[in-house]
C-alpha cells in the first residue's frame, strides 16, 4: 500500500486568500504530481516535478505554484483564491523504476 | 495528440453479471497503460499496469488486457462492493512527467 498523505483534506475558503495544500510521501519516489479533478470529469495535470529542485507545469494552465525543497514533500500554493479554483486537488508520486503512479487521497477545495 | 477515451460512460450490472469497460487510446510510443479504481471523493486506487499488445492481468473478479489500440476490463460475477468509478491511463514515449493521459472513466453500479 502506497503512502502518500495529503492535507487538509478539506478547504473551505473565500476569496483572495493564500493557501498551501500539502503533499508527502514516505516511499522515496523521485516523481511527484498534481492533477486537478472536476466531478465526474478526468484528471488534468497542473504540475510535476522530477526530483528535488525540479519542477514543471502540466497540461492545463493553473494560476498555482509548487515547490520541491525536499524528496519526500511537493506542496501547492494559490496566492489567491478564486472561486474558479474550486475543484479536488490530487497528488501522486512514482519511483524511478517503477511505472505506476501512487495517489493521495485528494484536498477538495470550496472557494467562496 | 495523444488521446483516451473510455466506454461505456456509465454501466449498471446486477450482481453476478459479467461484463467488460473499454479504454480506446491514441498515443505516440505506449510506455504503459494503466487501470484505476476511484471511490466517491477519493483518490485513484492503482488497479493494473500493462506494458504490451497481448498482455493480461488478473486480480480478484478483475482482469486487463491489451491490444495495440484498445484496453478491456473484465469484470467477473461482480459484487456492489466493486461499484466505483474505472480510470484508464497512458503513459507515451517522451519527457516524464507530462505524458499520462487519463480517460474520463466508466462509473460502474452493481446493485444487489
Known amino acids: 500500500e502506497a503512502d502518500i498523505y495529503q492535507t487538509p483534506r478539506y478547504l473551505v475558503i473565500g476569496t483572495g486568500k493564500k493557501i498551501t495544500l500539502e503533499c508527502s510521501q514516505t516511499?522515496?519516489?523521485?516523481?511527484m504530481y498534481w492533477y486537478q479533478q472536476d466531478p465526474g470529469m478526468e484528471l488534468h495535470l497542473i504540475h510535476y516535478?522530477?526530483?528535488?529542485?525540479?519542477?514543471e507545469k502540466g497540461d492545463l494552465s493553473s494560476e498555482s505554484t509548487v515547490s520541491r525543497i525536499r524528496t519526500e514533500h511537493f506542496p501547492l500554493t494559490l496566492e489567491s483564491a478564486r472561486p474558479s479554483h474550486t475543484s479536488q486537488y490530487l497528488c501522486?508520486?512514482?519511483?524511478?523504476?517503477?511505472?505506476?503512479?501512487?495517489f493521495g487521497p485528494g484536498t477538495r477545495l470550496l472557494v467562496l | 495528440e495523444d488521446q483516451v477515451t473510455q466506454s461505456p460512460e456509465a454501466l449498471r450490472l446486477q450482481e453476478g453479471e459479467s461484463s467488460s469497460l473499454n479504454c480506446s487510446y491514441t498515443?505516440?510510443?505506449?510506455?504503459?497503460l494503466f487501470w484505476y479504481r476511484q471511490d466517491p471523493g477519493k483518490g485513484p486506487e492503482f488497479l493494473f499496469t500493462?506494458?504490451?499488445a497481448g498482455e493480461e492481468k488478473e486480480k480478484e473478479r478483475l482482469k486487463a488486457t491489451l491490444t495495440k489500440k484498445e484496453s478491456f476490463l473484465h469484470i467477473t460475477a461482480p459484487k456492489p462492493e466493486d461499484s466505483a468509478t474505472y480510470l484508464c491511463?497512458?503513459?507515451?514515449?517522451?519527457?516524464?512527467?507530462?505524458?499520462?493521459?487519463f480517460g474520463p472513466g466508466t462509473r460502474l453500479s452493481v446493485l444487489p
Open positions: 501522486a508520486s512514482r519511483g524511478l523504476a517503477m511505472g505506476t503512479q501512487y
Open positions: 516511499m522515496g519516489h523521485d516523481k
Open positions: 516535478s522530477y526530483g528535488v529542485n525540479s519542477t
Open positions: 498515443v505516440s510510443g505506449l510506455r504503459g
Open positions: 500493462l506494458y504490451s
Open positions: 491511463a497512458v503513459q507515451a514515449g517522451g519527457s516524464y512527467g507530462q505524458n499520462f493521459v
